[in-house]
């Protein structure tokens, strides 16, 4: 399966059991990625597991910086930084119908973590350039093993959702 192809729909497959998972709505609009009445959450996931090659590089996320800014609207802003693994690897997936896809999930895990601790990573420009497009961003590498200490675990449907350190256990009942 293409790569590119893979990652937006398993991005919104992610999204969509974030969402489920912490009773929040996916945001259509721009910001964060969940929203509800009292916060923001941005959603960050990256493929684990022994059926991926990514697991010779330290595990981590990548963030785009303007998505920095939302932590600067009002209501409590929070980044979710997930895990999932699969039960093959991507290059034996034939499938582009989501529902399918979603079976060969393994298991999720989420940290949910304070705005802040994201500004311990420094931005870094990159840009490149392929035949069909280019680009110009900043991004920051927040990585696994600098997660804040985990305070409450809850067990979900496919998963595990894990608070840290100063996130208001109240405002994710």
């Given at each position: 399966m293409d790569a590119r192809f893979f990652n937006n729909i398993m991005s919104e497959l992610n999204?969509?059991?974030?969402a489920n998972t912490l009773g929040m709505i996916i945001n259509r609009n721009g910001g964060p990625d969940l929203i509800d009445d009292k916060k923001g959450v941005e959603?960050?996931?990256?493929?684990t597991g022994n059926k991926c090659r990514a697991?010779?590089?330290?595990?981590?996320?990548?963030?785009?910086?303007y998505q920095m800014n939302y932590g600067k609207n009002g209501l409590p802003f929070f980044w979710g930084l997930g895990t999932y693994e699969l039960d093959r690897p991507i290059s034996e997936i034939q499938t582009k119908n989501a529902r399918r896809l979603e079976r060969y999930v393994l298991s999720r895990g989420l940290w949910i973590v304070k705005?802040?601790?994201?500004?311990?990573?420094?931005?870094h420009k990159t840009s490149g350039q392929t035949k069909k497009s280019s680009w110009e961003n900043t991004l920051r590498y927040?990585?696994?093993?600098?997660l804040p200490?985990?305070?409450l675990t809850s067990r979900t449907a496919g998963g595990l959702v894990r608070?840290?350190?100063g996130v208001d256990v109240r405002l994710f009942d």
């Open positions: 999204e969509e059991w974030a959603i960050k996931f990256c493929l697991e010779r590089y330290t595990l981590g996320w990548t963030v785009l910086e705005y802040k601790w994201m500004e311990q990573f420094p931005p927040p990585k696994f093993n600098r200490r985990t305070t608070l840290t350190g």
